[in-house]
């Protein structure tokens, strides 16, 4: 007798263990997965016995042991003997018992026929889809508004169904910038827009074409927004086609707009193969919110930004050659600008602004400060150095003339 029980100890202390082993695998909490097990066993003890009986199961955490207990309540008058007991016979069992007390009397585990098992089995199952089910919502919900990288391995009606580890993600047309053809196996970066709770499961939706995106690379490619010396105060896109970023630096030896071009435009160029040629302008961010919209016009060159705080609107005078720029290609530069600044922007060319008058309660802004550039300074034409004469060599092909001497 004593080497059969510590045979079934050992034996339960392995099927601890591979219980263990299983909430590792499935990455849920151990109490998750005995939990499941005891309501499981009642399930079963409730197949193979009465039905009506209340039954509760505990499991021991430490050595896998577990006990059956049947609830009945204390009663003076038994009238459903599943449920009731009377107040002798629970004195019996307990001589603290009183009338209206719930007592529980352990019963022996009943052995499960084939059915009960199978039942146990699939309740013990669909407990732990449950719970994975609500792990990888926990999990995508907190990179809500973050960036993932998934491969494409199924397209259905336009949809690519995108694998990111734990679950799969949907990326709908209307979500996919213009123009990009992937093709199942291809590696998709995504920005993920929304995690729902459905029926089997938690369902990501990512985007290509959300602002958040672009946001999000900028601050993956650039040490210098990780690092909090720059920052993003604003991002406004038409994807596929162009968008605006608007930067500030927190470290006045820190150019914010140089730090997200990088040398020779690099970092910027990187995001741009990213988001399949996208056209992104750089701007700096002003707290004057002339010199902010002067600046988010980019790349039009401005003269003069009016504006009223009252009813966030602007009156920009740009060159007469620039008012084209400006407005931009069905006045998308304008549109743009006018969405990251938040302002209503009317776009004048110097000409068409000469004879205009200033609306009421509107500051008006020079840009650059009104300054003229200084005249160039005048050089001595007799110290002005003759490149010609200096390298004794022709320029640009000519040949150098030589005065004859007057014979004498």
Not at 155 to 172: Q, R, S, Y
Not at 272 to 282: N, Q, R
Not at 341 to 370: P, Y
Request: aromatic share 4%.
């Amino acid at each position: 007798m004593a080497v059969r029980k510590k045979r079934n100890a050992g034996n339960d202390f392995m099927i601890l263990d591979a219980l263990k082993d299983l909430c590792a695998e499935k990455e849920i909490s151990q109490e998750t997965l005995f939990d499941a097990i005891e309501s499981a066993l009642v399930f079963a003890c409730k197949k193979t016995s009465n039905a009506e009986k209340r039954v509760t199961v505990e499991l021991d955490r430490e050595n896998g042991i577990f006990h059956v207990y049947e609830l009945r309540d204390v009663v003076e008058t038994v009238t459903n003997k599943n449920r009731e007991i009377s107040l002798v016979d629970a004195q019996v069992i307990d001589p603290r018992q009183e009338i209206g007390n719930t007592i529980r009397i352990e019963i022996p585990p009943h052995n499960f026929g084939r059915i009960a098992a199978q039942a146990a089995k699939q309740f013990v199952m669909q407990k732990i889809r449950e719970a994975e089910r609500g792990v990888v919502y926990d999990e995508f919900t907190n990179k809500d508004n973050d960036v993932v990288t998934g491969t494409v391995t199924r397209i259905e009606d336009g949809n690519l169904i995108v694998d990111i580890g734990k679950t799969e993600a949907v990326l709908v047309p209307i979500e996919q910038i213009a123009g990009e053809n992937f093709q199942i196996g291809d590696r998709v970066k995504a920005y993920v827009a929304e995690v729902r709770k459905v029926g089997k499961g938690p369902q990501v939706y990512l985007s290509r074409t959300h602002p958040g995106l672009l946001k999000r690379l900028f601050e993956l490619e650039i040490p210098e927004i990780q690092e909090g010396l720059v920052t993003i105060k604003g991002v406004t896109r038409e994807a596929g086609s162009r968008s605006k970023i608007a930067v500030v630096s927190q470290d006045e030896n820190v150019d914010a707009v140089g730090s997200c071009l990088g040398q020779h435009g690099i970092r910027a160029q990187a995001i741009v193969d990213e988001l399949c040629g996208e056209k992104i302008d750089i701007v700096k961010w002003d707290p004057d919110p002339a010199l902010f919209i002067a600046s988010a016009l980019s790349p039009a060159k401005v003269m003069k930004v009016a504006v009223n705080e009252y009813t966030k609107s602007a009156r920009v005078v740009v060159p007469n050659n620039q008012l084209s720029l400006a407005i931009g290609k069905e006045g998308q530069n304008a549109r743009l600008a006018a969405k990251l600044t938040g302002w209503k922007i009317d776009i004048k060319s110097k000409a068409q602004a000469k004879d205009d008058d200033l609306e009421e309660d509107m500051r008006e802004v020079k840009i650059g400060g009104g300054t003229k550039r200084p005249p160039a300074k005048k050089t001595n034409k007799q110290n002005k150095i003759n490149p010609q004469k200096q390298f004794g060599k022709p320029i640009m092909g000519q040949p150098i003339k030589t005065e004859k001497k007057s014979a004498t």
